[in-house]
């Protein structure tokens, strides 16, 4: 991993991060004709896609009913178990950002207030590739059953012969998804954007992809919602002294087996720590199936930053905003106030990373790329939409009439003045023609 080593009260700075974006030009350009096919082509151009990248010829994008009573008997009992024991916890979790509508009123008589509506239709898109995520189904479905969806659409990448992971089937049964189809790429994103034949069109897109993915999701946004657009993974682990090299060293592995581009940042106090940290991740390497993946993200998106005090640790995950933040230190909880940007904050040794990714409850898809310093993990509030309540009576028109019309006639926009000097006349006359108690 590369090194940064601060001088005593040196700042870390943005430019000592090297990342990769969410996507590149290639990819956007890609995504854009592949959209722009989908658009016109419909079905026919899904399957034609979907033959050249997946390398699978789909006749019906649909799943059946009975595709998913039979991935209810094909999982085993120890996963479907750990499935159910997930949703529970993400449910419960999510349950609690529930927003209720509202509204007051003021003592001219004037209420305010805001109406939350949930979204009619949501899909969600679950990759495919290096590995299957059923975890991802059920951070995507859940907030969105939660918040009132009523039509919740999966789509997600077929497997070389075709079929679907049983284990995402059950999750979308378990998350609420109402339709699943064997679609992925960018295509699958202008499907549920703008609909084929097969598929019919979506308000929002969710969920985490490759490029090609993230780029789509950009060309369609505008005509359809989309919770963010995700970047490779990323984690970095604050350690002090006394944490386990070795737990430290596993946690790092655990972002870096996701992608070789996957970003992997370790703050601590001296070059000698960091020596254990690496030798741990070498004596790891040896037992993981994915030693490959792991080592070209360690070695090519890896960071080590050797700093002074917490104070400069602290400034510099600050500045990182990484998609996860471990705390391996003492009292860790002491120092969540002084975090100010990071996806998810895990705290203290007993809390890796694997348990937001599974089943903590917090949703696991976060901000990546540094957005963390203005963006939010995903939420029962993506899948809502709010509305403005207002409802003036007289009392309290003739309250605010005058700013009203100030403002309207420093805009110059004389209309916007005049619909208020008109209902102010009829007042002043006691109109009967305008509807409302004078007080």
Known sequence: MRRVELKPNEPFRASFIDRTGAFNADALVAATEIVAAVRKGGDEALRALTEKYDGVTVEEFRVSEAAIEDAFAAIDEETLSALRHATSQIREFHERQVQQSWMFAREDGAIVGAKVTPLDSVGIYVPGGRALYPSSVLMNALPASVAGVRRIVCVTPPTKDGSLDPAILVACKLGGVSEIYTVGGAQAIAALAYGTESIPAVDKITGPGNAYVAAAKKVVSGDVGIDMIAGPSEVCVVADAAA????????????????????????????????????????????????????????????????????????????????????????????????????????????????????????????????????????????????????????????????????????????????????????????????????
């Open 244 to 439: 386990s090299p070795s737990l430290v060293a596993i946690d790092l592995m655990a972002q870096a087996e996701h992608d070789p581009l996957a970003a992997c940042y370790l703050i601590c106090e001296s070059a000698e720590y960091a020596d254990e940290v690496e030798a741990s991740i070498e004596e790891h390497l040896k037992h993981s199936p994915r030693a490959e993946i792991t080592r070209t993200s360690l070695d090519e998106q890896g960071l080590i930053v050797i700093v002074h005090d917490m104070d400069q640790a602290l400034q510099a995950a600050n500045v990182i905003a990484p998609e996860h933040l471990e705390l391996h230190v003492a009292h860790a909880m002491e120092y969540v106030g002084a975090i100010r940007n990071a996806g998810a904050i895990f705290l203290g040794p007993w809390t890796p990373e694997a348990v937001g990714d599974y089943v903590a409850g917090p949703n696991h898809t976060l901000p990546t790329g540094g957005t963390a310093r203005f963006a939010s993990p995903l939420s029962v509030d993506e899948f809502v939409k709010k509305s403005s309540i207002i409802q003036y009576s007289p009392r309290a028109l003739e309250h605010d009439a005058r700013a009203v019309m100030q403002i309207a006639l420093h805009e110059g926009l004389w209309a916007h003045a005049q619909s208020v000097a008109l209902r102010m006349h009829a007042i002043e006359a006691g109109d009967e023609g305008v509807r409302g108690e004078r007080r």
